[in-house]
């Protein structure tokens, strides 16, 4: 897959078989902690509850008084569980995120990670957008990557990241071109910063979910930043970190 001329590309082997299972463990545990009303992952988490009242069109039939602590996004995952650290130091992730965004491995910073999940049966659709206009962590050159990992596999059948090709070189690209990339557990689907995606709700009895990582380049000016645990890190300081 042509990352430069698609947008969007499945990396296979992004996290091996130790890191994928550190991975689940670390999220079943920061899960388990909001579902109980923990403080840290409240505060950095948006609910079921919150999504579908937000946006009932994009969660129809889910009665959003029944999900409160049921986590849809949790954020700054190494603020909640230094470990994550230790799993993002992984180097395939920093390998394949300078070859993407055509720099050196040492001037690929990390920005920003989350949890995004789907859970089975009640979970939300994503609505269509693009990365660079987000108001989170953006650069003014585009030159930054998303890397979704899905812990359990994902498919359409359980409400998978659609992308419509080449979007990121057609402003007014039409979502009816997109697709459904299947990207097993382990591997990644990455993302220009340009690129439209979006994804439907999850019915399936499948869980998805999906650590988002999002990189960009030492020295791009930045638009807007958030000030996330090891955010514009380069591999040698998370490596350092998890000493």
């Known amino acids: 897959m042509d990352f430069a001329s698609q947008g969007y590309a499945v990396i296979d082997g992004l ?16 899960v388990r902690q909001h579902r109980a009303g923990a403080a840290a992952p409240l505060a950095c988490g948006i609910s079921i509850t919150d999504v579908t009242r937000q946006h009932p069109r994009r ?16 954020g700054d995952l190494i603020a ?4 994550f650290a230790a799993v993002f130091c992984s180097e395939a992730l920093w390998q394949c995120a300078a070859a993407l965004l055509a720099c050196t491995p040492d001037e690929v910073v990390f920005h920003f990670c989350n949890l995004t999940r789907k859970p089975n049966g009640i979970g939300p659709a994503v609505g269509w957008h ?3 206009s987000n108001q989170y962590f953006a650069s003014e050159d585009n030159r930054t990557m998303r890397l979704l990992l899905p812990l359990q ?15 990121h070189l057609d402003p007014g690209a039409d979502i009816d071109t997109a697709l459904i990339p ?8 990455a993302l220009h910063a340009a690129v439209l995606h979006g994804g439907s709700p999850n019915r399936s009895a499948l869980e998805r979910d999906v650590i988002v990582i999002q990189f960009g380049v030492r020295g791009s000016t930045l638009r807007h930043h958030a000030d996330e645990t090891l955010a514009l890190a380069g591999r040698e300081t998370f490596l350092a970190f998890c000493r």
């Open 15 to 30: 996290l091996d078989d130790s890191s994928l299972t550190a991975a689940r463990a670390l999220v079943d545990r920061v």
């Open 182 to 189: 299947d990207v097993p557990a382990g591997a990644g689907l």
């Open 59 to 74: 969660n129809p039939d889910i009665d959003p008084q029944q999900w409160a602590n049921e986590p849809f996004i949790i």
């Open 130 to 132: 693009r990365d660079a």
């Open 80 to 83: 909640l569980d230094s470990r």
């Open 153 to 167: 596999g994902m498919s359409a059948a359980n409400g998978a990241t659609a992308v419509v090709p080449a979007s």
